[in-house]
């Protein structure tokens, strides 16, 4: 048991410094961005980073206290395939999918790298969990960090078309 929570301490302080990193860099992405809508979409990117980085503290500073998992009445239970990476042909597949071109391209591909390592840390963390308090929690910062890197792919999608952001 002690062994498993220093493991899960491990994975939370990991945890907390890329959910930092993600919120600092998506406020610099908002002021850089050209267009509102943009702007937008990382300000809110940024917040919910905060929101996880409170989550991951909170369950770190119960763990590194001495006591269980705790039960977060934010962390709702979602159904996610944990057994699917997030962009299934790996990291570098992506960057040739997806080509850099103007800085808010750059931006949106940063992003979405950001996303799938926070995916891909939290899915080897639900499944690595025994506990079902810890592994809800994990389960549900994939479906978010899912839910961001989907945004972000609809948005270069607009950006890189001939729409725009305004789609």
Known sequence: MQEETASALEILKGAMRLEREGREFYLKAAEATRDQKGRETFTALADDEEKHFIL???????????RTWADLPEVRKVRIDLAKPLFPEGE?????????????????????G???????LYRRAALDTSNTTG????EFLAA???????????????????????A
Request: proline content about 2%; hydrophobic content about 40%.
């Open 144 to 166: 978010q960090e899912r839910g961001h890197f989907d945004i972000l792919m609809m948005r270069y999608e607009h950006l890189a078309g001939p729409v725009g952001w305004q």
């Open 114 to 120: 950001i996303e799938t390592k926070s995916y891909d």
């Open 135 to 138: 592994r809800a929690l994990f």
């Open 92 to 112: 570098g597949a992506l960057q040739k999918a997806v080509t850099k071109g103007s800085g808010d391209l750059d931006a949106l591909l940063f992003g979405l």
């Open 56 to 66: 991951l503290k909170r369950e770190h500073d119960a763990l590194a206290g001495g």
